[in-house]
């Protein structure tokens, strides 16, 4: 996220189920469980282990990693963590005896983009390609430790690749470009671009995008201050733009006709950047998303195929303890 912090918050991120979330301040870190929505502690240290007997945080450090360049973003699955620097990707065995696995020299990655599988069944890591709008991805698993195996790559965008994102079985990869108008979602294993959606016609940073659980259905946020949700199992769900039914056009307006638009989106505060998730399933027929804003607010909506969307929570999740506490 590129704006100015608010109210110290520096970063947020989701866990890989979605379940909880992670708030780095600048006095150290917070975990929050998001349904029900509570604080699960804060530490001041990169790795750690509640499992483990101890009166802090520090008596329950796991492992320390110490870099001459400063760390962007750091992935983890349940037996590799991954550590993100501006030119270059470190994949270490986790967590016993940590031991560096592979290293990858990226394109230059101000922003740390990186996402990490957490399947069991698949190992895939996805980064800026070298090529200005591409994807490289490399499969850990079938990659020997030591080798510097060439990734595949996906031609995905003309411009810098702004955000990326796997689903959890890592099938699916979704990226958006600087220009941010456009996610496109391709099959990690044939390369081939499967849907093209369309988050809007005005320039626009994305802060995140995330599949569903089930990848049914994806989530994306902007500086607009706009979350869109598009239905990626039955794509008839998303809006088509008017002119689709004019019929033939020309090939330049002919994409835009194309393109998938969001079949339901919510509003936050423009100012305040935020991250977004999908929450637990009330029923059938509706679905929930969750915003997680900088500015320290929690916004719960859910929306039913039809594109019916409505808060049904909101929280200030930097009030649930006091500041005195952290």
Known sequence: ???????????????????????????????????????KGHLAVLIWDDAREGK????????????????????????????VLRNRIYVYSFPDNPRKLFE???????????????????????FPGHKCGSLQLVDLASTKPGTS???????????DIACVSLNQPGTV???????????????????????????????ATLYCINFSHD?????????????HIFALKDTRLNRRSALARVGKVGPMIGQYVDSQWSLASFT??????????FGRNTSKNVNSVIAICVDGTFHKYVFTPDGNCNREAFDVYLDICDDDDF
């Open 1 to 39: 996220m590129t704006q100015q912090p608010l109210r110290g918050v520096t970063s947020l991120r989701f866990n890989q189920d979605q379940s909880c979330f992670c708030c780095a301040m600048e006095t150290g870190v917070r975990i929050y469980n998001v349904e029900p929505l509570m604080e």
């Open 56 to 83: 802090d945080s520090k008596d329950k450090l796991v492992l320390e990693f110490t870099f001459t360049k400063p760390v962007l973003a750091v992935r983890m699955r349940h037996d590799k963590i991954v550590i």
């Open 104 to 126: 990858f020299d990226t394109r230059d990655n101000p922003k740390g983009l990186c996402d990490l599988c957490p399947s069991l069944e698949k190992q895939l890591l996805v």
């Open 149 to 159: 195996s060439a990734p595949f790559t996906i031609n995905a965008h003309q411009s």
């Open 173 to 203: 990869v979704a990226s958006a470009s600087q220009k941010g108008t456009l996610i496109r979602l391709f099959d990690t294993q044939s390369k081939e671009k499967l849907v093209e959606l369309r988050r809007g016609t005005d320039p």
């Open 215 to 227: 990848s049914s259905f994806l989530c994306a946020s902007s500086d607009k201050g706009t979350v």
């Open 268 to 277: 936050v505060p423009a100012e305040s950047a935020c991250i977004c998730a």
